[in-house]
């Protein structure tokens, strides 16, 4: 489950609070019901995303340095116990998105197929980042749905699309064409791939308090329209 490399759980979960921020009511802070069973949601996809990815890559795995140790490549862990695993988290994955709208219930279901496809596009594509973008940003989608009961294409979209070209910048710096990336120090990439994070949860604090002001700025402006009806 990568429980140690927190990381990629937070860049999963943060555009899933981008969308349900956009989707609260002016003045108003975001859902944090909505924020918590995403949060946990995305524990539990990150954790089964990183085993199906281990357990499609276990004989490769065994011959890289960097993941030779992972449980399934070191045969800490047998293939039926991955799955059995795997079973386990897709079950408590579940039971959070069933507490979600019918609509949401669906989209969700959809992003399976991009969860178990996307470790495959290493082996057929020089772009598995675009991939990993679409799938790692579909809580931009799902998060707006879920307080709203659909997706408003006007929102949901460019939230999306622009999720997808924020993961092929930091998905990259693995691939070293970052211009700041000293390519020669892999702590300096993992430092730099981390520091998405901050930017998430930067742009999230954004669009929250850019949602409070609309609510004042509207206060503002109310005795004024008052005023011209009089």
Known sequence: MRLDKPI???LLYLPCTWSIGLAAEPGCF???YMLSLFGTGAILM???GCTINDMWDRDFDKKVMRTANRPIAAGDISTFQSFVFLGGQLTLALGVLLC???YSIAMGAASLLLVVTYPLMKRITFWPQLALGLTFNWGALLGWSAIKGSCDPAVCLPLYFSGVMWTLIYDTIYAHQIYTVDIHRPEDCWD???SNRT???L???GIVLGNLWKEKKEETKQPEDVRMEN
Do not use: E, H, S, V
């Open 30 to 32: 975001p859902d944090w």
């Open 192 to 194: 730099k791939f981390t």
């Open 100 to 102: 979600l709208n019918y």
């Open 46 to 48: 990150r954790g089964a």
């Open 199 to 201: 930017l998430g949860i």
């Open 8 to 10: 990629g759980t937070w």
């Open 203 to 205: 742009l999230f604090l």
